[in-house]
């Protein structure tokens, strides 16, 4: 199944699964065990260039921080069987110095930091990640998601971590799997159209006249400030042509592009409607309406088709909720 493909059972983005736990292990989140957040880890940084030198650079998916231990795990999330060397063989070279000189990370004291890498796997594939690690001499502790996460190989240095995983953590079903991460640099435009357009419409019920693009990428993306500059770029990059796009054509009649005052790099988007000003009825026209045009939106960014003005908003109304 190709990485941007949506699992069967979660409808999430397959190779978000398991970096998605992982960052719920480092969250207070009554839906998700948070234990590594009770281990007095926290988040420190997603999908971040890290490189050792004479080895090369990978993306570490995780990068987290226990600042009393002045220690890092760096997390290598697989959603399939698909696992590199060459990438595994950064993992094992890279030091607490390389973290915080190319990983944007900083520790409480650099000169005594260390870090480890972990691989976590889903349960179907661990045994294929645990032989191809053995075969290239690497001791990565292995953690499998299933109905428990599991230690299914090695050890932490940590011991508190390596007694909690060993013992193994129950998960809910993978299918209510946290959403802190929901796309990444394989997701195409049109599921990004979907969760821009949504956050969109939510500042106007929230009656925000204006938002700037980099305000809708930190509701959109919660830990916005975590992630790596390669995904920081490209999101912005889509989300700005989205925006455009949409305020040209879909949402020509209710926003409009505009410039912000205090950062003239940045994108600023202008409500040009009341919709909460609106009677309760107009106003629920006007949110149906909003809801087809996602849609079309969507639809015709997945067919990489242009707007088609001949199919406007008039055509858009659902039976029933037509203007007078």
């Known amino acids: 199944m190709p990485p941007d493909e949506p699992s069967p059972t979660t409808g999430l983005q397959r190779d978000l699964i398991p970096v998605n736990a992982v960052i719920g292990f480092l969250k207070r989140d009554k839906k998700w065990p948070s234990v590594l957040y009770q281990l007095g880890y926290r988040l420190a940084m997603i999908e971040q260039p890290v490189s050792a030198a004479a080895v090369g650079t990978a993306e570490i998916d ?30 094992a070279a890279v030091n607490a110095e390389d973290v915080q000189r190319t990983g944007n990370v900083t520790f409480p004291h650099p000169t ?3 870090v480890e890498p972990v691989y976590c796997c889903l349960e179907a594939d661990r045994q294929v990640i645990i032989d191809a690690l053995a075969g290239w001499g690497l001791t990565f502790p292995v953690i499998s998601l299933g109905e428990r996460a599991v230690l299914a190989r090695g050890q932490f240095e ?3 971590a390596t007694e909690c995983f060993s013992e193994g953590i129950t998960l809910p079903p993978l299918e209510e799997v946290p959403r802190f991460l929901i796309a990444n640099t394989h997701t195409p435009k049109w599921r990004l159209a979907g969760a821009f357009f949504a956050t969109m419409v939510s500042f106007l019920r929230k009656q925000s006249g204006t938002f700037s693009l980099r305000h809708m990428l930190e509701e959109t993306f919660p830990d916005w400030e975590c992630m790596g500059t390669d995904l920081r770029r490209y999101l912005s990059s889509v989300a700005r042509e989205i925006v455009n796009d949409l305020c040209e054509n879909e949402l020509r009649d209710f926003a409009r592009i505009g410039k912000a005052s205090h950062s003239p790099g940045d994108t600023l988007v202008e409500f040009t409607v009341d919709v909460l000003g609106q009677d309760a009825s107009t106003r629920t026209r006007t949110f149906q309406k909003l809801l087809r045009l996602a849609y079309g939106y969507i639809e015709r960014s997945k067919e990489d088709r242009p707007y088609e003005p001949t199919r406007g908003a008039e055509t858009l109304w659902l039976p029933g909720l037509e203007p007078e």
């Open 158 to 160: 940590d011991p508190d």
């Open 112 to 114: 005594s930091a260390s």
């Open 62 to 91: 995780v990068i987290c921080l226990n600042r009393k231990r002045n220690h890092g795990m760096l997390w290598e999330c697989k959603s399939g069987r698909t696992i590199e060397e060459r990438q595994a063989r950064v993992y």
